[in-house]
């Protein structure tokens, strides 16, 4: 008999890169090659922002895997009386553990950090497709995006 | 006769409250009041990131007027072996400078800043209807923005 799932939500460690954390990145985006100490110096750097750039995971404790992913850069701005904006970035779901509300539990809790930063509005880029799903999160489609590749 | 205008583009200065700065966010979107000390909190907190975000502005050398601004945060990646991309943000230019390209320039700018700090991409978020203005500028519609106002 399988043992029951518990999944934890927190803040990335610098021991995730062992459970799995840049595979998981890896089925949203290239996530490419990265050396032990190209993890930590990239680490230590997103640490050192503090509450302003959060990366939060959650462990599936009984693999000892990461299951899901989300981050959330905050925007200090001048507009709206010096106003904040969290911008969300890079949520993903492993792909064997799709249909746990993983997703939502992720972006939940980056919002949430977001409205006790004081921030105004959060706000992300999406495919069409994912469109629904961060409906069911409370976001409502605002604009469009426009990028431009360097490399 | 109207004296030659003499654009000059540059980092935002402290000093730049006095020459229109936040009245020019303002036809942007809501600036709300702030006050001198604000301001200046504000500004050092952004300049504490140095090149990772950066506003920029041009001068109407003339007027003594800010004729235009835009700004970029570099978000600081896992993804692309620690990848580095570009937001930008709060690109206006006054109604009274337009049809002279200092949106471009503001644009070109900061893309330069992004290709130099080694981003892989830069993005942003606008309207349908600037569309074909940030296209002028190099980039392509590539997807979606949500967002949720927590004010």
Redo the contacts between chains.
Sequence with gaps: MAEPETFKIRRLEISDKKKG??EL?GQ???????TDE??D??FE??SSYGDD?VICVIEDEASGKIAATG?V?I?????????KVG?I??VVVDSGFRGKQLGKTVVEFL?DH??AMG??????????EK?SF??KC??????????????
Tied chains: 1, 2.
């Design positions: 954390f840049i990145l949203l985006t290239v996530a490419g090659s990265l190209e993890f110096r990239r750097e997103i750039h981050s850069m925007e200090k701005k001048f507009v709206r009386s010096c106003g911008h970035e890079d919002m977001c409205k921030c105004y509005k959060v706000i992300l880029d999406c495919s069409v469109k961060y409906e409370g976001l409502t489609h605002k604009a469009i995006q426009m990028s431009k590749y360097f490399a």
